[in-house]
């Protein structure tokens, strides 16, 4: 079995949020200063529930982990 690839987008749609391009560089605009201690998953922008999603993936090491290590590091590239 082939494992699913994901999108940015699909991850957006998944945790709840608007999904366009725009909406996501937006998002990524604004959060882009996530300081390095922080896990995404202790992101205080996501929800309990958008946490909880993220948290889970990892621990199952499920295909949305390549996703979100993609937006991990997105949201990190200007951190101090």
């Not at 079995?1 to 608007?18: R, S, V």
């Not at 205080?44 to 590091?73: C, G, N, R």
């Amino acid at each position: 079995m082939e494992p699913a690839h994901h999108t940015i987008n699909d991850l957006f749609d998944q945790l709840g949020l608007p999904s366009s391009d725009s909406d996501i560089a937006a998002f990524i605009e604004k959060h882009q200063r996530m300081p390095h201690q922080i896990k995404i998953e202790q992101a205080d922008f996501f929800s309990d529930s958008q946490q909880a999603f993220i948290k889970q993936a990892y621990h199952e090491d499920a295909d949305w982990v390549v996703v979100i290590e993609h937006l991990d590091a997105l949201l990190r590239e200007k951190a101090s």
